[in-house]
């Protein structure tokens, strides 16, 4: 069975820094790697998709990498801003009818 | 992207008294839709696969006749939490993923708040 493990649970920068979230997930047949935003209170915003014979996807300040290999997969922010503050969150399909199995999240404050 | 509606956003009932959520698809037809529930400062948990046109697969320690589930259209499934009680009080979130699309991606609701008093 699928478990994504996200790391760290937390993290707070300063503003105008870059950073990296980290996702790992143990069944590395996953069929492809979703990252979302969850504000508080509200339901999700899918980031990025990064099919399983894909490496890494980008838009805006936001890229994603896929490491099926070793079972990781990175969402690298740049040049943060407040507005980016949420949890982001990180899922996968074992198959294109499965549903999505999330890790905890992690928890992104950017201070101004 | 796709669009997944939910509905209500908020609901306070009562204890004993049903809910119902509805998770629409407003511009695509989903062949799957999957129901989650989202404690305080936790993950998603997946509660329910939802399949238009048959029963709804539920996950292990989820009660099926407390959270009835109704996929009676392409574009419309339902979760009727009956016989609410105070810790069914959650954000439950529904997510579709598009008939025709290769790719598998989910699109997500905005969730609904249920607070039961």
């Known amino acids: 069975k699928q478990e994504v493990t996200q790391i760290p649970a937390a993290l707070s920068v300063p503003e105008g820094e870059n950073l990296v979230l980290n996702c790992s997930f143990t069944?590395?047949?996953?069929?492809?790697l979703q990252w979302f935003r969850q504000d508080p209170g509200k339901g999700l915003t899918s980031l990025l998709l990064?099919?399983?014979?894909?490496r890494e996807q980008t838009s805006g300040r936001l890229n994603a990498s896929l490491d099926k290999s070793s079972g990781r997969s990175t969402l690298y922010i740049a040049a943060s801003q407040p507005g980016d503050s949420a949890t982001y969150l990180c899922?996968?399909?074992?198959?294109?009818?499965?549903?999505?199995?999330f890790g905890k999240g992690t928890r992104l404050s950017v201070i101004a | 992207g796709a669009v997944v509606s939910q509905h209500p956003s908020r609901v306070i009932c009562k204890s004993g008294t049903s809910v119902k959520i509805e998770c629409r698809s407003l511009?695509?037809?989903?062949?799957?839709m999957f129901w989650y529930r989202q404690f305080p400062k936790q993950s998603l948990m997946l509660m329910a696969t939802?399949?238009?046109?048959?029963?709804?697969?539920?996950e292990q320690g989820v009660e099926k006749d407390k959270f009835l589930i109704n996929h009676a259209s392409l574009t419309l499934s339902t979760l009727t939490v009956t016989s609410a009680h105070p810790e069914d009080s959650s954000f439950y979130i529904c997510?579709?993923?598009?008939?025709?699309?290769?790719?598998?991606?989910?699109?997500f609701g905005e969730g609904s708040r249920l607070t039961v008093l």
């Open positions: 997510s579709a993923r598009e008939k025709m699309a290769g790719s598998g991606e989910l699109f």
């Open positions: 069944d590395s047949a996953i069929y492809n």
């Open positions: 990064i099919q399983s014979s894909q």
């Open positions: 899922a996968g399909p074992n198959s294109g009818n499965t549903p999505l199995v």
């Open positions: 511009d695509f037809q989903a062949t799957t």
């Open positions: 939802s399949n238009e046109g048959s029963k709804a697969t539920y």
